[in-house]
C-alpha cells in the first residue's frame, strides 16, 4: 500500500480517515478465515467417512475413509488400525465423522492434532451427533453423497452421545497410533443394539485455534502503526516551514 503525504494539517483529520478505511478494508480481506493444518488419526467400527466444512454443512469436503469389507487392510479387522490423513481446514470449521456398523459392537475412536500442539479427541464432551435419514450403506458400501451428507448437516438436530469408553477397553482394545486419552463413542450404546442399525450416525466438533489474531486485535496494531506514522509526517513538515 502507498502513502500520498498530506501537507496541508489542516487535512490530518480528514487522511487519517480515508487511510484507516483502507486498512480496515485490508484487514477484512485478509483475516476472514485461517489454514489450520489437521492431522487425524482415526478408526471405526465397522466404516467411517471424513469430513470437514462449515457449520451449516456448507463447504463440505471428503478428507477420506476406511477399508471396505469386514477384513483390515492391514490389520485383522477393519478397526484393528487406523488411518491418518493430513490436510488443511479453516479456523471455525467443524469436523464431521459419518460412521455406521456392520453389526455387534460398534464405536469409534479418533484423534485429531492441530498446530501448538493441540488436539482434539474423541470424547463425549466435544463432540455432538445427529442420526442421518439415508440407510447404513452395509459392509461394501459407499459413503453417502457429498450433497446428500451436507443436505443432512444442514437440517440437523445436535445431541450429546451416551456412550464411551476409555482406550484400551474389549473388544477394541488399544488402537496404536491415538492418545490414551481418547475414547470409543457412539450416540447410544458400545453393545450390540444400537438405535443407528440401520442408518449412519454423524458427529462433529468444531476446530477453534484461540492463538489466530482476531481482526479487532490486528486493526488495532494497524490503526496504531498509521496514527504514528502521520503524527511524524507532520512533525516534519511543522519543522520545515
Do not use: C
Request: glycine share 10%; no cysteine.
Amino acid at each position: 500500500m502507498s502513502f500520498t503525504f498530506i501537507s496541508n494539517p489542516n487535512s490530518l483529520k480528514l487522511g487519517l480517515t480515508g487511510m484507516l478505511g483502507s486498512v480496515a478494508l485490508l484487514l477484512t480481506g485478509t483475516t476472514s478465515a485461517h489454514a489450520v493444518n489437521i492431522t487425524a488419526t482415526l478408526t471405526a467400527d465397522n466404516h467411517y467417512g471424513l469430513y470437514y466444512g462449515q457449520e451449516d454443512g456448507s463447504g463440505l469436503t471428503f478428507v477420506g475413509r476406511n477399508e471396505k469389507g469386514e477384513t483390515g487392510d492391514p490389520g485383522q479387522y477393519n478397526w484393528s488400525l487406523p488411518e491418518t490423513f493430513n490436510f488443511n481446514a479453516n479456523n471455525g470449521d467443524y469436523l464431521y465423522v459419518l460412521a455406521w456398523d456392520d453389526g455387534f459392537p460398534q464405536s469409534w475412536i479418533g484423534e485429531f492434532k492441530l498446530p501448538s500442539g493441540v488436539s482434539l479427541l474423541s470424547n463425549t464432551s466435544d463432540w455432538v451427533y445427529t442420526i442421518g435419514s439415508g440407510a447404513n450403506p452395509g459392509v461394501f458400501g459407499d459413503v453417502p453423497l457429498l450433497t446428500t451428507v451436507a443436505s443432512e448437516i444442514g437440517s440437523a438436530t445436535w445431541s450429546i452421545p451416551q456412550a464411551s469408553a476409555p482406550q484400551g477397553t474389549s473388544p477394541w482394545f488399544t488402537i496404536p497410533g491415538i492418545s490414551s486419552q481418547a475414547n470409543f463413542i457412539w450416540h447410544d450404546s458400545l453393545n450390540d443394539d444400537s438405535s443407528s442399525d440401520r442408518n449412519y450416525a454423524i458427529f462433529r466438533t468444531k476446530v477453534a485455534i484461540t492463538s489466530v489474531p482476531e481482526p479487532s486485535t490486528l486493526s488495532a496494531i494497524a490503526v496504531a502503526g498509521v496514527m504514528g506514522w502521520m503524527i511524524k509526517r507532520k512533525q516534519k513538515a511543522s519543522q520545515a516551514e
